[in-house]
């Protein structure tokens, strides 16, 4: 299915500063174009007619898109916007109220995270899910989100696609805990953990932080 094809899609958060960034890029596209101006108009250089200077919308696109990307991930900077950096592969279980909790089922977590979209995908051994909807709330310490679930292949009768919704605590970026619901005929419950993977970059093989 296209919803399962690990895609980001934008999330909501109580973060102020998440929306003036995009003010403050504005404001250094305009300089610096104001400056390329200068540079330019400096110069004894005739440019061809066909070679446009980028514009202030043309700096903004390279810096926002620089931003969102990769720059919000420095560590200075997160630290004084407050922001959590998602990003990785967490392994571990689940278990559901199917089975009134007596069973710890393996899972593995995915999740892609830009300043402004995030994507997030959960695989068991019998189902996948992706996210569709999403918030991110500093203050309140939760990541929570609503996603689509389909059963793999050759799985029990029982299993069918469904809607449901998943809440995780964000005490640390390492750990992740929290809940999830299946709603509507499913109406199960159940608790999630995850811990984050890290890569030896010797060896190219994973293992828990």
């Not at 089975?99 to 994507?119: F, G, M, V, Y």
């Not at 799985?155 to 750990?175: E, I, K, N, Q, Y």
């Amino acid at each position: 299915m296209e919803w399962l094809v690990k895609r980001t899609h934008p999330y909501a958060t109580d973060l102020d500063k998440h929306w003036s960034v995009p003010l403050a890029i504005a404001a250094i596209s305009i300089v610096s174009a104001w400056l390329l101006y200068l540079g330019l108009a400096a110069i004894p250089l005739a440019i061809p007619w066909w070679v446009d200077a980028p514009s202030v919308a043309g700096f903004y696109g390279i810096f926002f898109t620089l931003f969102d990307k990769w720059l919000w991930r420095m560590e200075p900077l997160r630290k004084a916007l407050r922001a959590h950096n998602l990003n990785g592969n967490y392994v571990g279980v689940l278990s559901s109220s199917f089975d009134k909790q007596a069973t710890k089922h393996n899972a593995t977590l995915s999740i892609t995270q830009t300043w402004s979209e995030i994507s997030i995908v959960l695989m068991t051994n019998e189902s996948r899910s992706h996210s569709v909807t999403a918030s991110l709330l500093t203050e309140m310490g939760w990541l929570s989100y609503e996603y689509l679930n389909e059963p793999k292949p050759g799985t029990r009768d029982t299993m069918h696609c469904h809607r449901g919704s998943a809440r995780f605590s964000l005490d640390t970026d390492r750990v992740l805990e929290g809940e999830y619901y299946s709603g509507r005929d499913r109406q199960n419950c159940g608790l999630l953990h995850f811990e984050r993977v890290k890569v030896d970059a010797q060896s190219g093989t994973s293992k828990s932080k």
